[in-house]
């Protein structure tokens, strides 16, 4: 039986995705200072997604659901980022609503 993890909703009922863009990536570790759940930097110094069993997800555009008790802590780390790559989107249309592609 397989099992797939669903991504949390928000409040307003939209399942959510983070991921990072590593060739903007400065390697500062903010994100991974506000949710350490979702974020690590990695032996290169820069910083990946984890999935929701704690693998670091190194392939490129790697996403990972954003955990609803965790949504505030992975907004402020896409608004802090001084690499301004960080991206959070609905996974229904794949259209960003935090980070610096957002409306």
Known sequence: MTVRHEAPSTEAGEALEVWIDQDLCTG???CAQYAPEVFELDIDGLAYVKSSDD???QDPGA????PLPLLRDVVDSAKECPG???HVRRVSDRVEVYG???D
């Open 84 to 86: 301004d790559c960080i």
């Open 63 to 66: 996403t990972t659901p954003v």
């Open 100 to 102: 610096p592609d957002a």
């Open 28 to 30: 500062d570790g903010i």
């Open 55 to 57: 693998e670091l997800l």
